[in-house]
């Protein structure tokens, strides 16, 4: 069965991107164990499709400088008008549910992975279409930034493993 899940990585006060710019410098200086806890080559292998917001997208293009280290159906939502990149990036806006099902069928009974954007999790989980949440939580205070996820949520531990300077965390979400 497939689930959609939030893997991601935060601050220890609950920032994914710092300000101004949404640089994730503070995460690249963690030591972390690449085959450890909830690593994620293991991660990546489970996944289907990918859903992420237009920030996240430009960071990875930036951050690969201009090239697409995915071969997955990717779905970016955005406000703006973007380019997509490759065959693969579908560039969307509106309603994260509505777009859901064709994600689902594009990862094939994998999973899907909603990469960035707390919000963007956040909406999903509003749709009752987030299941799990991993989450690296680096050892580093960044005073304001991306919030995690910008709403409330119940959520139920399910593992809890160090990695690197790292405690990693999964979670299943709780609904009502």
Sequence with gaps: MTRTVYYTATSLDGYIADEPDATLDWLMSREQDQAGALNYEEFIATIGAMAMGRTTYEWVLDHEKGSWPYELPTWVFSHRDLT?????????????????????????????????????????????????????????????????????????????????????????LVRS
């Design 84 to 172: 997509p990149v490759t065959d693969d990036v579908r560039i969307v806006s509106g309603d994260i549910a509505e777009h859901h099902a064709a994600m689902v069928e594009a990862a094939g009974g994998k999973d899907v992975w909603m990469v960035g954007g707390g919000d963007l999790a956040g909406q999903l989980a509003d749709a009752g279409l987030l299941d799990e949440v991993i989450v690296y939580i680096a050892p580093v205070f960044l005073g304001s930034g991306a919030p995690l996820f910008p709403r409330h949520q119940e959520l139920k531990l399910v593992e809890l493993a160090q990695n690197g300077e790292f405690a990693a965390a999964r979670y299943e």
